[in-house]
């Protein structure tokens, strides 16, 4: 009689020091929300949407390392696709919205406060920045994160490795977090739009790229899925091309979604300046 296969058992997963950023970062950013929310109503309405969007974006980073998902992670090369795209088009972008790196600052002491803030203010610091920031650093590293962790020896080695697994999803948040930085932060204050489409059209391109070449191979991968995919019944390389799927078309929805909302932000913001010089010009053409 043949034994039945292992199922598995929906779990949520507790990684201390996880569950302990996890908890420090909202903390942080409550304390910072309350502290700026009493010191005037001047933009409340403002901090109110910032509070929503690091909110969610925080719900979408306990749910990728948290939740039955991160377990599931480890049977199924679908779910891990799932994991990371929550984090990369999902909790990326809504903690950039968010704006928590004020908010977090506000929450310390002063003196703590105004250290961090001298620190930051440094020449070499601005400088270092203002490199991570630029639209085209900000793509390459998020692009080299994404494709280099998916090569099968890499990819196979986070999985057998901890650390290893916990440095590839902090590469894939990090770079995520520079490279929308660069679509709703630095752009939307620097009105560069169109760097930022550019950004997000070639990020749509290659990602798709990517997730074909998984859904598309006639081979597995990555061998190390094959056991525990087929202990909960599932085809492995049913199981890649569904991982790939989910990285080739939502992945890709989700920029295209941010590229026509910048789009739109770009046309609105030239309307009004269109507006004014053609009243400049009547105005001059009635004159003469």
Do not use: K
């Not at 034994?3 to 970062?25: I, K, Q, Y």
């Not at 994160?145 to 902090?170: C, I, V, Y």
């Not at 009105?191 to 070449?213: C, N, P």
């Not at 078309?249 to 989700?254: D, E, S």
């Amino acid at each position: 009689m043949d034994r039945a296969a292992p199922s598995f058992v929906p779990h949520w997963t507790f990684e201390p020091w996880v569950v302990a950023l996890l908890l420090a970062s909202l903390g942080l950013y409550g304390l910072g929300y309350l502290r700026l929310r009493t010191r005037g109503r001047r933009g409340r309405v403002v901090r109110a949407r910032q509070l929503a969007a690091f909110g969610l974006g925080w719900l979408a980073l306990v749910a990728a390392f948290a939740s039955p998902l991160d377990a599931l992670s480890a049977a199924l090369f679908s779910a891990h696709m799932v994991q990371h795209e929550l984090l990369m088009i999902v909790a990326a972008p809504l903690l950039v919205l968010g704006r928590p790196l004020a908010l977090w600052l506000w929450a310390l002491p002063p003196r703590s406060r105004h250290a961090i803030g001298a620190a930051v203010r440094t020449r070499a610091w601005r400088g270092i920045w203002r490199v991570l920031c630029r639209p085209a650093v900000a793509w390459l590293l998020h692009a080299a994160a994404l494709w280099a962790w998916h090569m099968p020896r890499l990819f196979e080695a986070a999985l057998a490795s901890p650390g290893l697994h916990a440095l590839q999803h902090a590469s894939f948040v990090l770079s995520a977090l520079l490279f929308w930085w660069t679509v709703f932060g630095e752009a939307a204050r620097r009105d560069e739009s169109g760097y930022a489409m550019l950004s997000l059209f070639t990020t749509m391109v290659h990602t798709g790229a990517l997730g074909a070449l998984l859904t598309l191979a006639p081979g597995l991968w990555y061998p190390a899925y094959v056991e525990p995919a087929s202990a909960l019944g599932v085809d492995p390389l049913l199981d890649q091309q569904l991982g790939g799927l989910v990285m080739w078309v939502p992945g890709g929805l989700a920029y295209l979604l941010a590229a026509l909302v910048t789009g739109a932000r770009w046309l609105m913001r030239r309307a009004p300046a269109a507006l004014v010089s053609n009243g400049v010009a009547a105005r001059r053409d009635g004159a003469s």
